[in-house]
Each structure stands twice: as structure tokens, then as C-alpha cells.
């Protein structure tokens, strides 16, 4: 008679995700890990504009990107430049930081592999999992404050629902609302990532529209540009930056762009890799990128300039969308005027729409692709963004935004341990490694895998990491503590933070790869074990007849070139 197992192991063998079984690797493999097959990779470059429209720019966080810049001194123009050279960077960072997902169809966490080791990715991946909850939790709070105006128009009672919450951080209503909008977020998560491009063409369609109205109906309503054109500093009440001031505050306005965009390019790899085609995600990012967010931070900094005209007794600028639009409808709607309330509830619904991106798309579901790659019996991309999406109660978001100057402010410099972070990925990647990966190592366990380095860690990376960080630390510290302070050097140097932070890990990056070289840089697999580049029926590491083989890239540059050359084309 055979043994009686445990509850808990009936339990655990029950949720435990399904394993792919055609496959000869060390690791638990799953759907949701293994490089993507042809069958899941249904982005072409149009649904790519729709992904970046919405996760990129057109949403609550785009809308305000101008908030930031006026208050380092900057006038309206002078901070637009500052946007169009920050995400023109961008752009670029995001193709290159988007070039394995779209090439190798993998996902941001097993890339990490091959530049920290077989273990040392988890370091990095808690540092993403962890912002993935934040943004997720900020997104939310946003979103749920959309839908508070929306339900504001349609039954104003609802805001009679004012008893104070969390010390007066929020009142009932605003906790009704946000837990209304996290249920809509739920049925969201169901679908997988690669379902996503109507949505996407939707929400980005109708968001870009209505911004669009409603920079039309502020100017026209406003009589022209508003009080921030005509007069930046009596507006926003900052006195406006001249001399050297006024040159590093530009720089600062630059690296701050970077670095609220410093996660989304970490790890482009999880939503490129559903590219049919390598330079499918090309496109959008050149051209959306800068694109959008110029599109949207105008349109935030004419629609609020135009509210400090419109709307004088106001007790401060309107710069979140759903602050502008809460004000039009109390002051236009004030006199039964349907129409106007009725517009505002369409462009809160808009707004809602983008926010469902945000925290779905943008931060759950890639939460989720990492969770599934981290607990690779348990999570899958589904369970891991309803995981993301839940615990935003834990996050508490309210308490978040209301002390900003003290969490956000840290968590928003994370652009200092992000640029490091990339630079030495890039250095791995494209410089020592010719963007050459063997995938099937990348799911081993042990030392037979070119990416067990020492014990799972690949020491060069931790050691450029460091030599990227500690010199920003100073500076990081003087922001959260005294950000209105100059500390000589240090303040400096953090203002600058994502560019040094980047070159000098990279730099240090290739300077121990010099003394230390990184060993079988140039390895690909033989064959196609993964179905990756076809559909061929894979056991046990023996490839069917008829399927697609890999050449190895040999260790000669000139025959490591034209192997490369015939992986491509296999692509």
C-alpha cells in the first residue's frame, strides 16, 4: 500500500505550474520562460506605437512630466527641449536594452543570466520585482483617481463619501474608488501579454484623442497659452534659473526624464521578445518615444497653464490630468452644464483606459513574466501580476503620494543603481559578447554552463555595479534628506547620475573583462532546441529531421561574423 502523502504536498502538487516536457535542461521550464516560439510572437511594428503610446507616455505620469522640470527654474521651452534630447536617449537606450528579447525571444530575467551568472540574477530581479510593485501600487492610485472623477459626473453624491481615512490621507471615497478600479485591473490579467495589441491600439487611440481635445478646448476656452507662457515664475511661484544655475538645471531636467523612463528601459527584453521580426520594435521606439512625450508633456504644461488662468482661485497648479479635469467640471458643470460634465467623464475614461496599460501592462504583467522566472514551479505570468496587482493594499499608495518628498523622492532616484545596472549589461551584451547567447546554457544549473562563472555569480558584474554606484550615493542621500540644498561635488555628480552611473560600470565592466576574460563569449547552441526560430518537436536536446540548426559562432572574429550572419537569418 502505498504511502499517504501530506495535505500541503497535495496542495503544492496541485498549484505546481505545468512543465515543458520537450526540452533537455537543467532548470523547471514552463511556457512563460522558455524562449518564445513563432505561435506567441504576434507584434509587428504598428502594435509596438500602441505598447509605447500607452506605456510610454500617453498616461497620467506623461501628462505631468512638465510639473517636475518647472520647478528646477526651467521656463515651458526650455523644458520641452529638455524632453525631446531625453527621450530621443531614450529611444535608443530602448532598442538596445530591447535587442535580445527581440532577437533571442527571451525575457528580461533569464537575459539577466548571462551577464550576473545562473544565480546572481536574483539581485538584479529584486530590484525590479520590488519597483514592479511600486509603479504598480502609484499606477493604481492614479487610475482610481480617474475613475473618482468619472463617478464625480455621473452621481455627484459621491463624493459626499468624505469621511477622512489613513490619518487624512484620503477619504472613503477615494478608497472606493481605488478598490473598484484594482477589481477592473483583475479580469485584465487573465489574458497572456501577447493578446494585448487591441487593447493596446484602443486605449492608445482613445487617450491620444482626447488629449489632443483637450489642448484645443484649454486654449480656445483659456484665450491662448495661459499663465505659465506668459509668466513662468509668477505662475508656479519658482524663481527661474539664470547663469551656471540655469545650465545644470537642464542637465538635472534631462537625467530626471531618464530616470522616471529608467526602469521601462531596463527591461524592454520582456515585451520585445513577442517581435515577429527583430526590427519590428525599431520604429516605434525611435519615433514614439520622443514623439509622444512631447505630444503629452505640451499638452500637460498649455492645459495646466491655461487652469491658473481659467481657474485663479484654485489653491494650486492643476498638474495632474485628473486634478485639471475635477476643476472643469466643478467650475464649467457648476451651472447644470451636461455637456461639459459629459466630457470630462469621457476624458477621465480615457485616462482610465491608459492607467489599465500602466499598471496591467506595463508593470504587473512584466512583474509577472519575472515572478514566473524567479518561482518557476509556482508563478507564471498570470499568477504573478494578479500577485503584483494585490498587492498594492500592502504598497498603500496613499500613504506613498502623500510623502513624496521623503519615499518617491528615493525611489524615483533609482536611476542611480539603474544606469549602473545598464551600462554593464550593454558592456556584457554588445561589446564582449558580440550580442552572441546560448540559450540552452542560460536554463542550466551548474557548472557545465558557460554562465556558472563562480558559483552562479559572475563577479565582473557586482564589481562594475559597485564602481557605478558609490560615487552617486552622496548626492542621493542630499536629495532625500536636503533637496533644496548644494552640496559641493556630490550634488553634481547625482545630477548626472544615469550617464555616469552607466559609463563607468561599463567602462569597469571592460576593463576586468581585459584582465579577466569572460570565458566562451561567443557560444550559441548548435541547434534549435527550443523551437525558438521554427516549430521542430524537441526531446531530450535531438532535434527532428527537417528542423532549423544554429551554427556555433567560432572564436575567429571574421568566422564569428558570418555564424552570426546565418543566426540572424534564421530569425
Not at 24 to 36: C, E, F, Q, S
Not at 487 to 512: E, K
Request: one cysteine or more; aromatic letters at 12%; a neutral charge.
Amino acid at each position: 500500500m502505498a504511502p499517504r502523502t501530506s495535505l500541503l504536498s497535495r496542495i503544492a502538487r496541485r498549484i505546481e505550474v505545468k512543465r515543458d516536457t520537450d526540452t533537455d535542461v537543467d532548470i523547471y521550464v514552463n511556457k512563460d520562460t522558455r524562449p518564445l516560439p513563432p505561435s506567441r510572437r504576434p507584434y509587428g511594428p504598428w502594435h509596438f506605437v500602441g505598447l509605447w503610446m500607452i506605456t510610454g507616455s500617453f498616461n497620467v505620469g506623461g501628462w505631468t512630466t512638465g510639473s517636475s522640470l518647472i520647478s528646477l527654474g526651467l521656463n515651458v521651452w526650455q523644458s520641452m527641449l529638455a524632453i525631446v534630447i531625453a527621450n530621443v536617449l531614450i529611444g535608443f537606450v530602448c532598442i538596445a536594452g530591447g535587442h535580445p528579447g527581440a532577437k533571442w525571444h527571451i525575457g528580461f530575467p533569464i537575459w539577466m543570466k548571462q551577464n550576473w551568472g545562473i544565480w546572481g540574477y536574483l539581485f538584479p530581479m529584486t530590484i525590479r520585482v520590488f519597483l514592479s510593485f511600486v509603479w504598480t501600487a502609484t499606477n493604481a492610485w492614479y487610475g482610481s483617481q480617474c475613475l473618482k472623477v468619472l463617478l464625480a459626473c455621473i452621481w455627484p453624491s459621491f463624493l459626499d463619501l468624505n469621511t477622512p481615512l489613513a490619518s487624512g490621507a484620503m477619504q472613503t471615497c477615494d478608497m472606493a474608488a481605488f478598490v473598484i478600479y484594482i477589481a477592473l485591473c483583475l479580469p485584465l490579467m487573465w489574458f497572456e501579454p501577447e493578446r494585448y495589441k487591441r487593447p493596446f491600439l484602443i486605449a492608445s487611440t482613445t487617450v491620444a484623442t482626447t488629449v489632443l481635445a483637450l489642448l484645443i478646448w484649454a486654449t480656445r476656452r483659456g484665450g491662448g497659452g495661459g499663465a505659465l507662457l506668459a509668466d513662468v515664475s509668477a505662475a508656479s511661484g519658482v524663481a527661474p534659473a539664470t547663469g551656471p544655475a540655469l545650465g545644470w538645471a537642464f542637465v538635472a531636467a534631462v537625467t530626471a526624464n531618464i530616470g522616471s523612463m529608467a526602469t521601462h528601459m531596463w527591461s524592454q527584453s520582456d515585451y520585445t521578445r513577442y517581435a515577429r521580426r527583430p526590427g519590428d520594435q525599431v520604429l516605434a521606439q525611435l519615433v514614439m518615444v520622443p514623439l509622444g512625450a512631447v505630444v503629452v508633456a505640451c499638452a500637460g504644461l498649455v492645459c495646466t497653464s491655461c487652469a491658473a488662468s481659467l481657474y485663479p482661485d484654485e489653491p494650486a497648479l492643476l498638474w495632474q490630468p485628473y486634478a485639471f479635469l475635477d476643476a472643469v467640471r466643478r467650475h464649467e458643470g457648476a451651472d447644470g452644464n451636461s455637456g461639459a460634465r459629459a466630457g470630462v467623464a469621457f476624458a477621465s475614461f480615457a485616462f482610465m483606459l491608459a492607467q489599465f496599460g500602466m499598471v496591467v501592462a506595463s508593470n504587473s504583467v512584466v512583474a509577472g513574466i519575472d515572478l514566473a522566472a524567479l518561482l518557476l514551479r509556482w508563478f507564471t505570468v498570470r499568477r504573478g501580476g494578479y500577485a503584483t496587482v494585490l498587492s498594492v493594499f500592502v504598497m498603500q499608495p496613499w500613504s506613498l503620494l502623500n510623502s513624496a518628498t521623503s519615499f518617491l523622492t528615493v525611489v524615483g532616484s533609482f536611476s542611480v543603481f539603474l544606469g549602473p545596472l545598464m551600462g554593464l549589461m550593454f558592456a556584457d551584451y554588445f561589446v564582449v559578447r558580440c550580442a552572441a547567447v546560448k540559450l540552452s546554457d542560460l536554463y542550466g544549473a551548474g557548472p557545465a554552463s558557460n554562465y556558472w562563472f563562480v558559483r552562479g555569480w559572475n563577479l565582473r558584474a557586482p564589481a562594475a555595479w559597485i564602481a557605478g554606484v558609490w560615487f552617486l550615493l552622496p548626492g542621493l542621500a542630499q536629495r532625500a534628506v536636503a533637496p533644496d540644498d548644494v552640496w559641493p561635488g556630490w550634488t553634481r555628480l547625482y545630477q548626472l547620475s544615469w550617464f555616469l552611473g552607466c559609463i563607468v560600470s561599463g567602462l569597469v565592466y571592460l576593463a576586468l573583462d581585459a584582465v579577466w576574460p569572460v570565458p566562451n563569449r561567443y557560444a550559441v547552441d548548435d541547434a534549435d532546441y527550443f523551437g525558438t526560430f521554427g516549430d521542430p518537436p524537441v526531446l531530450d536536446g535531438v532535434v527532428a529531421a527537417g528542423s532549423t540548426e544554429i551554427a556555433s559562432l567560432p572564436a575567429d572574429a571574421d568566422e564569428k561574423i558570418k555564424a552570426e550572419e546565418r543566426v540572424q537569418d534564421v530569425v
